[in-house]
């Protein structure tokens, strides 16, 4: 796994943060209460937040004080279409050079994630699910396919649709079609796994915001 500086850990921390939930939308993020988190100095931190500030994960300034983005419904169809396009192309470059060590880490990170639904720990469950994938991606040795699809996923809404009642359970299932790709070094399975996962979250978040809308 490739070295990383102290930003970048704490960028990862943050990312990981934001898509679980653990930091929703609009709230403050105070430079001193996170690097008291991560027991680190402020210095990290107020790099991290200017990069993702340049990803889109939060908005303001990283002196006076930086907030996570809202996200905008409206452009989510355009992200959903962009997820699918490159998502498709890292899964598929995972599965050509995973081995038998890649897959091993991704079952475990797979298994945890069950275990948080299981043991209705939320918001590690969210959490889970993002190391999963962003570990795969990892995977595929594309770094600036994976810095565009991290500046998708900034604005993406993970958090409503993983709030759905029964989601990350079928999110679950999802990937267990998606590892028994993987061992099969099916790529072509891979990505038809991957976009399936992807437009399902999207189509369950649209039938709730339709479902809303008319019982008001």
């Known amino acids: 796994m490739q070295y990383k500086t102290k930003e970048e850990q704490v960028a990862d921390f943050l990312r990981e943060g934001i898509i679980a939930g653990r930091f929703p939308r609009g709230a403050r993020l105070k430079q001193q209460e996170i690097a008291t988190l991560l027991n680190t100095s402020i210095t990290p931190v107020r790099e991290a937040l200017k990069l993702l500030a340049a990803e889109g994960y939060v908005v303001g300034d990283s002196y006076r004080?930086?907030?996570?983005?809202?996200?905008?419904?409206?452009?989510?169809?355009?992200?959903?279409?962009?997820?699918?396009?490159?998502?498709?192309?890292?899964?598929?470059?995972?599965?050509?050079?995973?081995?038998?060590?890649?897959?091993?880490?991704?079952?475990?990170?797979?298994?945890?994630?069950?275990?948080?639904?299981?043991?209705?720990?939320?918001?590690?469950?969210?959490?889970?699910n993002y190391r999963f994938h962003h570990r795969m991606f990892e995977i595929a040795q594309m770094p600036q396919t994976l810095s565009f699809v991290q500046i998708l996923w900034a604005r993406y809404p993970f958090d409503l649709i993983n709030r759905l009642p029964g989601r990350v359970s079928r999110a679950a299932e999802e990937h267990e079609e998606l590892m028994n790709a993987f061992i099969r070094s099916d790529s072509a399975a891979a990505m038809l796994a991957t976009r399936r996962h992807i437009e399902s979250g999207w189509l369950e978040l649209q039938h709730s915001i339709s479902a809303d809308a008319a019982a008001t």
């Open 65 to 128: 004080g930086a907030m996570v983005a809202p996200f905008d419904i409206d452009a989510t169809t355009e992200m959903l279409n962009l997820r699918i396009l490159l998502e498709t192309q890292l899964v598929r470059a995972a599965v050509e050079r995973a081995d038998t060590n890649h897959i091993e880490e991704l079952h475990r990170l797979a298994e945890a994630f069950e275990r948080a639904i299981a043991e209705a720990r939320n918001e590690e469950a969210r959490a889970a």
